[in-house]
């Protein structure tokens, strides 16, 4: 089973903008295919220890740190965030990061 977003965008944007991502629960990748039709993979684990939620970010200090994580996680579910973001929920129960277009393109390459 894997959980599909595909994004609806007006045919006059472009740029880096996914036009789906695709979690496989099997391999633990979220898939990110841009509108130009490059594919992008990211693993849960990564997005996880990533998180942009001032949980993971500490309030206020402006600087991205990631954490480490010693357990197995998989993304539980995905859901768009106006325009801009999609909100991952993970099976830790860590929900609060949303996760801008140019966060996960980042965090893919």
């Given at each position: 089973p894997q959980d599909i977003w595909r994004a609806s965008l007006m045919a006059t944007e472009r740029g880096e903008?996914?036009?789906?991502?695709?979690?496989?629960?099997a391999s633990?990748?979220?898939h990110i295919t841009l509108l130009d039709g490059s594919k992008h993979s990211v693993s849960?684990?990564?997005?996880r220890e990533n998180s942009p939620?001032?949980?993971v970010q500490g309030h206020g200090h402006g600087?991205?740190?990631s954490i480490s994580i010693?357990?197995?996680?998989?993304?539980s579910r995905m859901a768009p965030v106006g325009r801009y973001a999609v909100r991952l929920v993970f099976d830790d129960g860590h929900d609060s990061g949303l996760y801008t277009w140019p966060l996960l393109l980042k965090l893919s390459r």
């Open positions: 903008w996914p036009e789906e991502l695709r979690y496989e629960r633990g990748l979220l849960a684990k990564t997005l939620s001032a949980e600087t991205h740190q010693d357990y197995p996680v998989t993304i």
